[in-house]
């Protein structure tokens, strides 16, 4: 099996970031394909981030960038 099929995935189709002053956090809204076939993009779920929780995201994120740009023997 591939490893692409072991989860189901919901294509991104972007994001809105929006700040939430009174929270002192960000209000991110993924923007989403229902499947990889259908043009129709959702995004119906809002999802408060604190400051520290997206500083860590970012961090987790460009982690994951760096070890898909590694080579393969590389990897651990």
């Not at 499947?35 to 129709?40: A, V």
Request: charged share 25%; hydrophobic share 40%; glycine share 2%.
């Amino acid at each position: 099996m591939k490893e692409e099929q072991k989860y189901e995935t919901f294509p991104l189709a972007g994001l809105d970031i929006r700040i939430a002053k009174d929270y002192d956090a960000l209000i991110v809204t993924p923007q989403f394909l229902a499947t990889p076939t259908d043009p129709t993009i959702h995004s119906d779920k809002n999802f408060l981030l604190s400051k520290e929780t997206a500083l860590e995201l970012i961090e987790l994120l460009q982690n994951a960038v760096s070890m898909l740009n590694t080579p393969p023997d590389m990897k651990h």
